[in-house]
């Protein structure tokens, strides 16, 4: 496994509980990655701000990089403690933030090449579209784009339980060529704390990355 990576990865959130699937995950990836964009949806951000900050964050990006990369709150261990698993390893991710209506940005476009693109939390909403190829935003978009390029795609959904149309959305996407992750953790790395529990997600989906990761899905098994 490698811990370099040329191309850049898209981080995607979308407007589902379970927020804190998304930040763990980012902090690893600031740790991982050279480059990393993240698309985050409206519904996402109120959501975010529901669950994780507890305050209005505007639509400041640097307010918002600040708060995701820097901020404490429970569910997801902090910068310093994931940069401590990673002793010896420069941070060094470049950081940029899209918001979802900024079809222009360059990662609404198959020519702007990448690694591959995680959805988590994805909603039922956003995967129902992306499986009837409905692209009206940059987050669609950009997994549309993985898709008909043959890259990876690994969709996290978060809900139960499942509907009928739900669980044909994700076979129609599995189909498409995505992997299909669902925010299940385990319990067989004994969790001490949430946090403990949310970072299992976090290894997982680096595992399916490719990525070198510290997060606890790796150190335990
Ligand atoms: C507090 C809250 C929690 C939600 N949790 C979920 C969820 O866990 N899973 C889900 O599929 N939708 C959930 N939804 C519904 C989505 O946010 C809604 O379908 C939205 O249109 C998704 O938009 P987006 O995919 O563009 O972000 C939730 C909505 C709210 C307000």
């Not at 690893?28 to 701000?49: C, G, N, R, T």
């Not at 569910?75 to 899209?98: A, D, F, P």
Request: proline content about 4%; aromatic content about 6%.
């Amino acid at each position: 496994m490698s811990t370099v990576n040329q191309k850049p990865w898209i981080l995607g959130i979308s407007g589902a509980s379970g927020q804190q699937y998304a930040v763990s995950l980012l902090r690893h990836l600031l740790f991982l990655l050279d480059d990393l964009v993240l698309v985050i949806s409206e519904d996402a951000k109120k959501i975010i701000m529901d669950e994780c900050a507890h305050k209005d964050l505007g639509s400041d990006k640097d307010g918002w990089i600040h708060f995701l990369v820097n901020d404490s709150y429970p569910g997801v261990y902090s910068l310093t403690q994931i940069g401590e698993r990673y002793r010896g390893q420069t941070k060094k991710c470049r950081l940029t933030l899209v918001w979802n209506h900024e079809m222009f940005s360059s990662v609404a476009s198959g020519s702007f090449r990448t690694s591959g693109m995680v959805v988590v939390p994805a909603s039922l909403a956003t995967l129902g579209k992306l499986a009837q190829g409905i692209t009206d935003n940059v987050l669609l978009r950009a997994s549309e784009v993985c898709l008909k390029e043959n890259r990876s795609l690994i969709l996290v959904p978060r809900e139960t339980p499942l509907s009928l149309s739900a669980l044909e959305n994700l076979l129609q996407l599995k189909k498409a060529g995505a992997q299909i992750l669902p925010a299940m953790p385990a319990f067989y790395h004994r969790p001490q704390v949430v946090e403990d529990i949310v970072e299992f997600i976090s290894g997982k989906i680096c595992n399916l990355m490719d990525l070198n990761h510290r997060a606890l899905a790796a150190w335990e098994p």
